[in-house]
């Protein structure tokens, strides 16, 4: 029988290979036995970098203090783009191939904030375009809005604009140093409700989590009113709860037609 081991270094060289890796051996040899001395001799180094008399280390960087002060200085939609791409504090961006800003209709009257990238928006560079982006896409079909509809747009970005490793849920520090970012970006998108798709989305502005509690009541976030609904990945595991799906669209529909 396969151990799990073997699954999980699978799907490691897996995540390897979507990286790039295309070889498993460097040009040269490593003698690995090295490297503990040569770590050793790095220490004294270090020691006395901390002596009297020698300058201080650089002081720690605080990411989400510069992630506020970057997003502040970003006047529109491009600079914030700008910004996030400049952006060097978060470890994400060193594994993803794209970074997935917004796709949508910018100044749409409902702003989607999923949870991160996938494959393939990594791939593509734009928000909800792999199997859950359609479904998706069809849930807004359905009470007659989309992406690329000028008569009736949205608006669509994620908690983080870096695909995770593997897809893995997102860590506290990484969405503490972003939310900066989507802050801002829904303040210079001016929509004039959220959606929040999925349970990271709620985490990150509404400090809570329970998607299945959460969905189809409208509330607050960001200073706008805040639908709360199921991600389109959990449907496409869960079909049956397409039904409540539903509802929250025409809840959605009711609220644009009556506001
Ligand atoms: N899931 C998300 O939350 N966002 C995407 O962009 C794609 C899948």
């Given at each position: 029988m396969e151990s799990a081991t073997f699954h999980h270094d699978l799907a490691l060289l897996d995540w390897q290979v979507e990286l790039g890796?295309?070889?498993?051996?460097?040009?040269a040899p490593v003698n690995r036995y090295d490297l503990p001395a040569a770590t050793a001799a790095a220490k004294p180094a270090k020691a006395a970098a901390a002596k009297p008399g020698r300058p201080a280390p650089p002081p720690k960087v605080d990411p989400v203090a510069v992630a506020e002060q970057a997003a502040a200085a970003a006047q529109d939609l491009d600079a914030l783009r700008a910004v996030m791409a400049a952006f060097e504090h978060c470890e994400l961006k060193k594994g993803a191939r794209n970074l997935v800003f917004s796709d949508g209709i910018p100044g749409a009257p409902v702003m989607i904030v999923g949870e991160a990238p996938g494959r393939d928006e990594d791939r593509e560079g734009k928000p909800f375009v792999g199997r859950a982006g359609q479904l998706l896409d069809k849930m807004l079909g359905a009470i007659d809005?989309?992406?690329?509809?000028?008569d009736s747009p949205v608006y669509i970005t994620n908690v983080l604009p870096w695909r995770p490793p593997q897809n893995r849920d997102p860590k506290p520090d990484e969405i503490a140093m972003m939310k900066p970012f989507l802050l801002r970006h829904i303040a210079l998108a001016q929509p004039k409700v959220l959606v929040l798709v999925g349970n990271w989305s709620c985490q990150t502005?509404?400090?809570?989590?329970g998607i299945t509690r959460l969905r189809g009541e409208w509330t607050q976030a960001a200073g706008l009113p805040a639908l709360p609904i199921f991600h389109p990945a959990y449907l496409l595991r869960s079909p049956g709860f397409k039904r409540e799906a539903w509802a929250d669209l025409l809840s959605l529909k009711a609220h644009l037609r009556n506001g």
């Open positions: 890796a295309t070889e498993a051996i460097l040009d809005r989309g992406r690329t509809r000028e502005l509404l400090g809570k989590r």
